[in-house]
């Protein structure tokens, strides 16, 4: 792209144009204004992650409050007939 050159890009078409008229596929207009990548962290595998850990702990209580806590409401409800 040459110096005071405009583009104009269309959200109806997948084509940028400069102002003079000629095409040029979006991608490649794309690619060349794209900013490097700064921020990369490492890959930290699965298994030494800590929330591959935590979430299944904190669901399963989740789960055995749940359970108890209906299995002893409907204990109640059939121990004491007249709470219905």
Do not use: C
């Not at 490649?28 to 921020?39: H, M």
């Not at 490492?42 to 800590?50: F, G, I, N, T, W």
Request: hydrophobic content about 45%.
């Amino acid at each position: 792209m040459e110096d005071g050159e405009a583009w104009v890009v269309s959200n109806f078409s997948m084509y940028a144009s400069p102002a003079d008229g000629a095409n040029e596929t979006l991608p490649s207009v794309v690619q060349d204004t794209q900013a490097p990548v700064v921020n990369v962290t490492e890959y930290l595998p699965y298994h030494l992650r800590p929330e591959t850990y935590l979430v299944p702990l904190v669901f399963a209580g989740i789960f055995v409050t749940g359970v108890v806590g209906n299995g002893a409401l409907i204990f109640m409800f059939l121990k004491h007939p007249t709470l219905r």
